[in-house]
């Protein structure tokens, strides 16, 4: 079993960054592919981004050149960086974590965490 917890969501003035964190812990070294999604009010959760264990990357076509991913293996932590934030961007943001070694986007992700709010201000 895989426990992840995200961080650093909270309220930003439109053109602003943040960045989210999603800790893993459990079953760490069973851990390949990680991702977050994005839920909109009454609306289904929506894939934003993802990276694989060998740091291939995955963004959603839509949010390309504001939002990056990354990891940081030693503290089996996960990182969502988005800039030039929009009020379309607000949400509840959802990090998942999978063994899957294939290509990202086939990744159905077995773990998840419990969300972050991230609310952009106009």
């Known amino acids: 079993q895989v426990y992840l917890e995200e961080s650093g969501g909270g309220l930003v003035q439109a053109g602003g960054s943040l960045r989210l964190s999603c800790v893993a812990s459990?079953?760490?070294?069973?851990?390949?592919?990680m991702a977050w999604y994005r839920q909109f009010p009454g609306k289904e959760r929506l894939f934003v981004a993802a990276i694989g264990s060998g740091n291939t990357t995955r963004i959603a076509a839509s949010l390309k050149g504001r939002f990056t991913v990354s990891r940081d293996n030693e503290k089996n932590t996960f990182y969502l960086q988005m800039s030039n934030l929009k009020p379309e961007d607000t949400a509840v943001y959802y990090c998942?974590?999978?063994?899957?070694?294939?290509?990202?986007?086939?990744?159905?992700?077995?773990?998840w965490g419990l969300g972050t709010q991230v609310t952009v201000s106009s």
């Open positions: 459990g079953n760490v070294f069973s851990i390949r592919a």
């Open positions: 998942a974590a999978d063994p899957y070694t294939g290509p990202l986007k086939d990744v159905q992700y077995d773990w």
